[in-house]
């Protein structure tokens, strides 16, 4: 199957600083990816659609100036936790699928705000 | 709107013993279904998923899935559960139009000697 892959797997930062997610397609190429943010025990929560070369598409209650999503290739999308605090502290997955595809999910991010 | 039911928060099997994991869903049409599962700290590993035809699939590691659209429901099965079976399960449900998923709440399974 397809390969996702995301960066880094665990992230601990200060309260007030932005934190960088980075999430690739390996081995296909993704115009949409998908984040998606899952609570301690908890189900996953669609955050926003990355759209290559256009802006996200974000759901109802997500902040956009707080997480901010840059897809500026085929390949690659990014989620950035701005100005960052202990309640963005999340385990953060992200998916794409090939042409055609299922999603086919990374292996998640785990964002520990101090 | 759609939404996905697993009743079922916590599982606990023994070995060797058989399995089945609920699902409900609402949705408008007829639904994309799919089964992950997560091991803690992982990303999500796709077990089977349905989009038409025969309503029971067969997935990855032994396990199966019966489509019910009269029940709405796609609950998961497997005849004998290993120990290495135990993670958290994810029922989700997509649309044909789109790539959304609408996951489940979740069922962790726990798996005795």
């Known amino acids: 199957g397809a390969v996702v892959s995301q960066h880094p797997s665990w992230v601990i930062c200060k309260s007030g600083t932005s934190v960088k997610i980075e999430c690739r397609s390996l081995?296909?190429?993704?115009?949409?990816m998908f984040w998606y943010r899952q609570f301690p025990k908890q189900s996953l929560m669609l955050m926003a659609t990355?759209?290559?070369?256009?802006?996200?598409?974000?759901e109802q209650g997500v902040e956009k100036d707080k997480f901010l999503i840059n897809h500026a290739s085929l390949t690659l999308s990014t989620l950035t936790v701005t100005s960052a605090h202990p309640e963005d502290s999340s385990f953060y997955i992200c998916?794409?699928?090939?042409?055609?595809?299922?999603?086919?999910f990374g292996a998640g991010t785990r964002l520990s705000v101090l | 709107a759609q939404s996905v039911t697993q009743p079922d928060i916590h599982i606990t099997v023994s070995e060797g013993a058989s399995l089945e994991l609920r699902c409900n869903y609402s949705?408008?049409?007829?639904?994309?279904l799919f089964w992950y599962v997560q091991s803690p700290g992982q990303g999500l590993q796709l077990l089977l998923k349905?989009?038409?035809?025969?309503?029971l699939v067969q997935g990855i590691k032994g396990f199966e899935a019966e489509f019910k659209r009269s029940q709405s429901s796609f609950n998961l099965r497997k005849p004998s559960v290993h120990w290495s079976d135990a993670a958290e399960y994810f029922c989700?449900?997509?649309?044909?139009?789109?790539?959304?998923?609408?996951f489940g709440t979740g069922t962790r399974l726990q798996v005795f000697p």
């Open positions: 998916s794409a699928p090939p042409p055609g595809d299922i999603q086919y």
């Open positions: 081995d296909f190429q993704a115009t949409t």
């Open positions: 990355s759209n290559e070369g256009s802006k996200a598409t974000y």
């Open positions: 949705y408008g049409a007829t639904p994309y």
């Open positions: 349905y989009f038409s035809g025969d309503t």
């Open positions: 989700a449900v997509g649309s044909p139009n789109t790539d959304k998923l609408i």
